[in-house]
């Protein structure tokens, strides 16, 4: 046998392992999808996918994060006030799965 035939095949495997090793730092979060539906959720840290079957979909950052919302004015029971109210929101926005 050829050792020129075996070379293409190693060089297929070398890139399937490679791909297979997912590394998500912290504060970080990563879904994965099994042959289209949801899988699992990779936490921080050195993770192992298959590399063909599963499939890394969404790469999310779980910090906090602020929402800074429009002006609205005010609704009093007399009517609307002349002046605007102001809002400041922050939420902390996760991934679906950490949700479920």
């Known amino acids: 046998m050829d050792p020129l035939l ?3 095949a190693v060089f297929v495997m070398a890139a399937l392992g490679l791909n297979s090793v997912k590394i998500t730092s912290g504060g970080q979060s ?5 042959l289209g539906k949801y899988d699992r959720q990779l936490q921080p840290g050195l993770s192992f996918v298959l590399p063909v079957v599963e499939k890394v979909v969404s790469h999310e950052s779980l910090k906090e994060r602020v929402l800074d919302i429009p002006p609205q004015q005010c609704i009093t029971p ?3 006030a002349p002046c605007p109210a102001r809002w400041r929101s922050s939420a902390s926005i996760g991934s679906a799965a950490s949700r479920q």
Do not use: K
């Open 6 to 8: 075996g070379l293409p």
């Open 30 to 34: 990563r879904l994965v999808e099994r």
């Open 78 to 80: 007399r009517g609307q």
